[in-house]
């Protein structure tokens, strides 16, 4: 479904160039709960944002559902981001329109007929349990109703991938595990391919199916989730899962950074 091949992207600072991906290698299938995993500044946000050239790379190659994104004209990428959708850590809606509009959005972009318009929002806001909220506005919302939303919105033109970027990181725990069963469901229910961005260990273990850590821009190592949570091959790995257990254990970090 997804493959990457030796992307590199750099940004420049005033005081340097600083290289955010240095040479990545990736393979996501179709169906998988693919979990993006690593510290702050690793570079997952940027790998996530060059899947669909939110961040164009300075070399390499993205390969998604057979089409080489990196290769397309403004025109043909526009119309592969329609089968593409994507959430983020803070929802990104519209203020100024309902719940319901903020759905048909996309749809209104892909020049729907109002019929189809009424029909799939409604569908959507069955499926993620906010059809009570429809003529609601987010400022009306709590933070897990706006993230169901920002769902809602991403798969209303049946994408073929979801992408997510730290889409829990601002909800609290219990909401956090609801949204997560929730990309779980529909993931299951409609076999929707998802590259999840996270820095928690813990929502990788609940959610994905396999997983990538990533540190400084590369990849140290990839594979099925339980295998990398029993055996963490990398230094980054293995400190993930730690910090991971230690949370779930209830101890505390010491003034050092050691667990």
């Known amino acids: 479904m997804i493959e990457v091949r030796n992307l590199r992207k750099t940004f420049a600072t005033p005081a340097a160039q600083v290289l955010a991906l240095d040479g990545v290698d990736l393979d ?10 690593g510290f702050s500044g690793s570079g997952k ?39 593409i959708g994507m959430i983020f850590q803070h929802f990104h809606l519209f ?12 749809l209104e972009i892909a020049k729907a007929g109002r019929k189809r318009i009424q029909a799939r929002v409604a569908e959507l806001a069955g499926l993620v349990g906010i059809s009570d909220k429809l003529r609601a506005y987010p400022g009306q919302l709590s933070g897990g109703q706006k993230q169901r939303v920002a769902i809602a919105r991403a798969l209303a033109n049946d994408p073929r991938v979801l992408l997510s970027d730290e889409a829990t990181s601002a909800l609290d725990p219990e909401t ?32 994905c199916n396999r997983v990538a850590v990533l540190e400084a821009g590369q990849i140290m ?29 209830g101890r505390l970090f010491t003034d050092a950074g050691g667990i």
Not at 64 to 79: K, M, S, V, Y
Not at 95 to 106: E, F, K, L
Not at 221 to 249: D, H, K, T, Y
Request: neutral net charge; hydrophobic residues 40%; contains cysteine.
């Open 176 to 207: 956090t595990w609801s949204i997560l069963q929730l990309l779980k469901d529909i993931n299951v229910g409609t076999g929707l391919t998802i590259a999840f961005v996270t820095h928690e260990m813990d929502v990788v273990r609940v959610l």
């Open 95 to 106: 203020d100024a329109r309902t719940v319901h509009d903020n759905i048909a959005y996309p």
């Open 45 to 83: 946000s940027t790998l996530l944002r060059c899947l669909n050239l939110l961040e164009r790379p300075d070399s390499g190659t993205v390969v998604l559902d057979g089409q080489e994104t990196t290769a397309l004209d403004r025109t043909r990428l526009g119309a592969l981001r329609q089968r």
């Open 221 to 249: 190592e990839e594979g099925e989730v339980g295998q990398v949570l029993q055996n963490p091959r990398s230094a980054a790995g293995q400190r993930l899962v730690e910090i991971s257990r230690g949370f779930r254990e």
């Open 28 to 37: 996501i299938r179709k169906g998988d709960i693919f979990g993006i995993v």
